[in-house]
């Protein structure tokens, strides 16, 4: 059975050094490497499935983005977004590659496909290849909306199992899983703090920055994906959770048409976001990236 080693890198935002955590996958020699990266609220511990799956093919590489899991916390946290979450990614790319010329490919999940866009749409990118898992330049505000409610919820659970069913059920959009595979989605995000009770393992100062949008500064955020989106020249893989709320059907058709002219494959009876836990989703993102 194919074990991941675990690593941690040095990264700096404006207020100072933080640790980034990373799992990596397959042999460390391997040229072809994919970047996998999580959800808001998520860690990579996501994508041990799917990084199992490609390891014969690829050097996975999945780092809790800061201030989830294992990873640092930021010491300002209105550094939290993407544009720290892509200089972080830089700095882990400077490892994993070397400091070489070396081209990635890159799956991102939410958030984690905001991080990949943002890094394609600039001159002289390393991603051959670009998977964005339920995302896209358009966040619909009640989407946005019950994320940030969600987030700044300081919970502390009595058991795990109390805080287990409280990441079922927050997660119900993520489509049918079997007992072990929700079981092992809640492992992957609770933790026991000091006092003995279950946490979600992420800095609460992640909600700051959803509590500063404003309509205004939705509209310009907006904008700036869609430049993003625009400037990406790589193939491009646009994945929907068929039921999803913060992916629409018209901004994924839309992908299509422009930019990158993402090819579009939709994931039934799934909203926000698909897991790719199961072999028929992983099927998907084998086709695109070694197909």
Request: charged share 20%.
């Amino acid at each position: 059975m194919t074990v991941a080693q675990h690593h941690f890198v040095t990264c700096m935002s404006p207020a100072g050094l933080h640790q980034m955590f990373y799992k990596e996958w397959g042999d460390r020699h391997n040229p072809r490497v994919l970047i996998c990266v999580h959800g808001v609220t998520r860690v990579g511990d996501d994508f041990d499935h799917l990084a199992r799956a490609l390891s014969g093919d690829y050097r996975v590489i999945c780092p809790d983005v800061v201030g989830r899991g294992r990873s640092g916390w930021l010491k300002n946290p209105q550094f939290y977004g993407i544009p720290q979450y892509v200089s972080d990614m830089v700095t882990l790319l400077a490892r994993v590659t070397d400091g070489e010329r070396q081209t990635v490919d890159w799956f991102g999940t939410s958030m984690g496909g905001l991080i990949g866009l943002g890094l394609a749409s600039l001159p002289g990118n390393p991603i051959r290849k670009l998977v964005l898992n339920d995302i896209g330049p358009v966040l619909e505000p009640a989407a946005l909306q019950r994320i940030g409610d969600y987030i700044g919820q300081d919970l502390r659970f009595n058991s795990f199992d109390e805080g287990a069913q409280f990441i079922r059920d927050v997660s119900a959009s993520f489509g049918a899983h079997t007992e072990q595979e929700w079981h092992k989605l809640a492992t992957d995000v609770l933790r026991q703090d000091a006092d003995g009770k279950w946490v979600r393992h992420y800095d609460m100062g992640l909600a700051l920055p959803f509590r500063a949008v404003t309509p205004e500064s939705a509209k310009a955020d907006q904008a700036l994906l869609w430049a993003a989106y625009d400037a990406v020249r790589c193939p491009t893989l646009l994945v929907r959770g068929a039921q999803s709320d913060l992916l629409t059907r018209d901004t994924a058709q839309a992908m299509t048409q422009r930019g990158p002219r993402a090819t579009l494959v939709e994931i039934p009876d799934v909203g926000h976001a698909p897991t790719f836990i199961h072999d028929e989703q992983i099927a998907i993102a084998r086709q695109f990236l070694l197909g």
